[in-house]
């Protein structure tokens, strides 16, 4: 009996302390900055009276808010599409026994090592279109060299483009990871499957649309998900790259969480943005949660 | 393992487009290191804008050296550099205990509402930190931690304490319950059959967790600007990030310092990549 008791108690004493520490500090964070959200707290020094919806109303009313709104659901839309695309396409192309597959494999993945700032100084340059009296540089320069003059554009620094310059930054660094997850699930598909649908008469086509694609959903979900909170959060290569850009075109609800609470001191209004962040994040994260749990609890 | 070598798709595609799209996304993904490493190596006198994509004329280390000490009116990024080791090593290891022990129970030693915990715990790698910045602040300055480096550890373990625990987790998991079970009948604590049953056998796990919080801290950029405000313990990605957005620093030079700033992780990235590789997928929930 006494062995039984200590069986049950010292498990949940041995995580209890990483359990306190999530339940505070995300938990318990996450309340307090909804809390702070409905306050009058725009200054430096704490005022915990309470203003109701009245920063959400001034948010929403905020021309530069609804420009970040806007950014992001192109970002992480053109972010998600080309990742897909790009990671999927260099993926079943690897899986064609290349030689040097490890060579290509690597180089298509080393950019995750990096952090977004190295990214954002890299590509702050690249995509620095250069001026009409002193001449190209970056990318245009490169196209002039190989006689693609109409693919010069102002990039980053026309507000038309803005945060869509962002978006190849980002796809630079993330596909390969794509197609990594890619590659171990084609892999992970037995030769069986294909043959016989070959020997059902199906072309290579078919296989990859009827019998490989649904085959690999739950790695686009996963993928989906991984690089979906990634792009709504996205802050790092905003802030090295572009920052907010020419009347906002580059500028990203993240970024102006942090300007309008750190720079500003304008806690209860910063906090209201975190708040719809952390919702839209949440609307991405929890089905998917659930999904995950209540697979795990019939298994 | 395969009876018959693995066939896949068969692309009737011809080799050589195949190998034609292959080297042109290779040439994509090169192209930024091949700037900043052209870049850096030029000498002062050649660096131009305009001939960005021409190679240098010999090898020169000013641009690194000014990167790493500083030159008139900037700092270097060297204390930098050391700040962001001073963090990460330190955080890295408790980490990875912390995951290790979280995973051993929520594996092994499940009681009622464990997996519900487990996915409780799980929310918080997904959140934007904006989501708790506020508080964190005001609570790392009453406890005394706000813009220190052991300020920056703490943050860092807390927040890694999903991602370590659900890679240890899903390690475990592989690990036969048999072997526990013999190691109970035989009178063995829940200390014991860590110590003499799973410890030994989770080097691969360490490892992986290892690389993982090693490289996300060392490129972490929002806890360290949000906590470090004091210049003295800036970690690299803030030193790096001033270094770029100063006028007066020479582009060359930003280039070399974001190449010296990427080395370690791109080291480990190269040398230990099949670690690397499955800590990416474990990011992704089943793998």
């Known amino acids: 009996m006494r062995r039984l008791y200590w069986e049950r108690t010292i498990p949940v004493l041995l995580i209890f302390p990483s359990l306190a520490a999530i339940a505070i500090f995300v938990y318990g964070f996450i309340g307090f900055t909804g809390f702070v959200s409905l306050t009058n707290w725009n200054k430096l020094f704490p005022d915990f009276s309470l203003a109701g919806l009245h920063n959400y109303r001034t948010l929403l009313a905020n021309p530069r808010f609804q420009i970040d709104m806007r950014n992001m659901v192109v970002f992480t839309a053109l972010f998600l599409i080309s990742c897909l695309a790009i990671g999927f396409l260099l993926a079943v192309l690897l899986d064609q026994h290349i030689r040097g597959e490890g060579l290509f494999r690597t180089i298509y993945l080393y950019p995750m090592a990096l952090s977004f700032i190295v990214t954002g100084i890299a590509w702050r340059w690249l995509l620095n279109p250069g001026s009409r009296e002193m001449g190209s540089t970056g990318v245009n320069l490169l196209f002039e060299h190989l006689g693609l003059d109409f693919l010069k554009t102002g990039w980053y620094t026309d507000p038309k483009i803005g945060i869509k310059a962002v978006v190849i930054a980002a796809v630079w660094q993330m596909s390969g990871y794509v197609m990594a997850m890619y590659l171990a699930g084609l892999r992970g598909i037995p030769d069986e499957l294909r043959e016989a649908a070959r020997v059902d008469g199906a072309s290579e086509w078919q296989i990859l649309w009827h019998v490989i694609l649904p085959l690999l959903r739950p790695i686009t979900l996963g993928a989906v998900i991984v690089l979906g909170h990634i792009a709504l959060k996205i802050y790092d290569l905003v802030v090295a790259m572009t920052g907010p850009g020419v009347g906002f075109s580059c500028d990203v609800p993240a970024y102006f969480m942090w300007d309008t609470t750190f720079q500003s001191n304008r806690f209860a209004q910063g906090a209201s943005i975190a708040t719809i962040l952390l919702v839209m994040v949440s609307i991405l994260i929890v089905p998917y949660l659930a999904y995950s749990l209540r697979r795990e609890v019939e298994v | ?287």
Not at chain 2, 159 to 178: H, K, Q
């Open chain 2, 1 to 287: 393992m395969r009876a018959i070598p693995y066939r896949g798709l068969r692309l009737r595609w011809s080799r050589l487009f195949i190998y034609a799209i292959l080297i042109l996304f290779a040439a994509f993904y090169l192209m930024p290191v091949y700037v900043l490493v052209v870049t850096g190596m030029k000498s002062f006198a050649e660096v131009s804008l305009y001939h960005m994509w021409d190679l240098p004329k010999g090898i020169h280390f000013d641009s690194f050296k000014k990167a790493w000490l500083g030159g008139f009116g900037f700092e270097g990024i060297s204390r930098n550099f050391f700040n962001s080791v001073y963090v990460t090593v330190p955080a890295t290891i408790i980490s990875a205990m912390l995951g290790s022990i979280n995973g051993y129970v929520l594996s092994k030693w499940k009681f009622r509402g464990s997996d519900v915990v487990f996915t409780l715990l799980l929310f918080g790698m997904f959140i934007p930190y904006q989501s708790i910045l506020i508080p964190l602040v005001q609570v790392l300055y009453k406890m005394g931690l706000y813009g220190t480096i052991p300020g920056l550890i703490f943050v860092h373990v807390v927040y890694g304490i999903p991602i370590c625990t659900l890679i240890f987790r899903n390690y475990y998991a592989t690990v036969p319950t048999e072997l526990i079970e013999a190691a109970k009948i035989d009178g063995a604590t829940i200390f014991g059959i860590y110590r003499h049953v799973l410890f030994p056998l989770s080097m691969p796990g360490f490892v992986v967790v290892m690389i993982w919080q090693f490289t996300s801290i060392w490129n972490d950029f929002l806890f360290a600007v949000t906590v470090a405000h004091n210049p003295n313990i800036q970690p690299l990605t803030v030193g790096l990030n001033n270094l770029a957005g100063s006028y007066i620093v020479e582009w060359n030079v930003q280039m070399a310092g974001a190449l010296m700033a990427a080395m370690p992780t791109l080291l480990v990235y190269i040398f230990l990549g099949r670690y690397f590789m499955r800590g990416l997928l474990a990011g992704s929930l089943k793998g």
